[in-house]
């Protein structure tokens, strides 16, 4: 029986798909895709798992296209199969309704970076290496990469590293707001899961919905983005178990 490309699993609250072709830099193919969907799915469906850690076996977080495969030539119907693939994990991200943390060890190069850009917080190895190689090798960048990466950098920052296809290191990506930290490599899992470990202690629902009025709230007017956050704090008042975070509150601060 074969390995899975992307495998799924749960550390206590904690949710984990690691990419699983080592052998490749966990490059991009069908099977990949695949794998990865069911995986974004399964981790929507975990009741149990409050946050979702996304990170690479090996060497790489994700490698972009597995352009060995490529090189041996795709027709049209399997291209537009892959890139419906890749935009359909862009909308299981928006849809997974839990924090996702990028634990990006060594390179996240194209389809890669934009894995890594999905998600909500992203945590460095001290070896980690960024970029978009796709216009070296003729393509152009599919899964929504280039509004993230104009959000997270700027515009200007976004067309270099596009046009140019420069690779940038660990230290560069936090400095110009790629990356949120950089970590050692030996740490990487230790530190992502300790981030995971504070937000599980949040409540699912507010971060839920703080998810949700953080990501639209970048399209939306002012007065929209009013309107969502006072939505939100309702549902969040008339929830069951916000009375129980804040006795919790209270108790920390010695006052229950």
Known sequence: MSKSAVHYRREDQTGIITFN??????????????AFMSCLDEARTDTVARVVILTGEGRSFCA????????EGKDLATWMEEVDRLQEIQRLVLKLGKPLIAAVPG????????FAMSCDIRIAADDAVFGF???????????????????????GKAKELVFTGAFVDAETAERI??????????????????????????SPLALKLSRIAIDQGLDATFEQTLELEAAHL?????????????????????EG
């Not at 972009?64 to 090189?71: A, F, I, M, V, Y």
């Not at 008339?238 to 108790?251: F, M, P």
């Open 21 to 34: 072709r080592p052998e490749r830099l966990n490059a991009i193919n069908a099977p990949f895709l695949r």
């Open 64 to 71: 972009g296209e597995d352009l060995k495969e490529t090189g």
């Open 107 to 114: 390179y996240a190069l194209g389809g890669g970076c934009e």
């Open 133 to 155: 190689p796709e216009t070296s090798v003729g393509l152009t960048v599919t899964t929504a990469g280039t509004k993230l990466l104009t959000r997270l950098v700027g515009l």
């Open 177 to 202: 707001g790629l990356a949120n930290r950089v970590v050692p490599r030996e740490r990487l899992m230790e530190e992502a899961l300790a981030m995971a470990r504070i937000i599980e202690e949040r």
């Open 234 to 254: 309702m549902i969040c008042i008339q929830s069951r178990n916000q009375a129980d975070y804040v006795r919790r509150k209270l108790e920390k601060m010695g």
